[in-house]
């Protein structure tokens, strides 16, 4: 069986940041994982189950401290083997959720998105 990483829907610089991180976690662990958004199976658990996904090792990675992948999982029954949180991988303070269409972000330093994958490799072992 496969791990399911359930990733944040965080939208705006986060959003942005995690597209990063995922691009770059995909390359070497695509084949030990599936990724999901949280957006797309909070609601719906039966779609990680589909993919053969482990249900007792999902592991979450949230975009902010406010951990809203963590809460939409655990509202809907499911178990969270590990979390991974943005915040606490990288040093440089973002802004909270917006819309992209407004806004224009700074390229994500290749060291932030290391240690979030670095994070993610971690909870996925």
Excluded: H, W
Excluded at 53 to 78: A, P, S, W
Aim: glycine content about 8%.
């Amino acid at each position: 069986m496969r791990r399911g990483v359930i990733v944040c829907g965080a939208n705006g610089e986060r959003g942005y940041l995690l597209e990063k991180v995922a691009e770059s976690f995909a390359k070497n662990n695509m084949d030990k994982v599936i990724q999901f958004s949280v957006c797309t199976v909070g609601l719906s658990p039966i779609m990680i189950e589909m993919g053969g996904v482990d249900m007792d090792t999902l592991v979450t990675v949230n975009g902010c401290r406010n951990r809203c992948c963590d809460r939409i999982m655990e509202k809907n029954g499911l178990k969270i083997g590990r979390s991974v949180t943005v915040d606490d991988q990288i040093e440089m303070q973002m802004q909270p959720c917006q819309f992209t269409s407004s806004f224009d972000f700074p390229e994500p330093t290749e060291e932030e998105v290391k240690a979030v994958v670095k994070a993610m490799e971690e909870a996925i072992r």
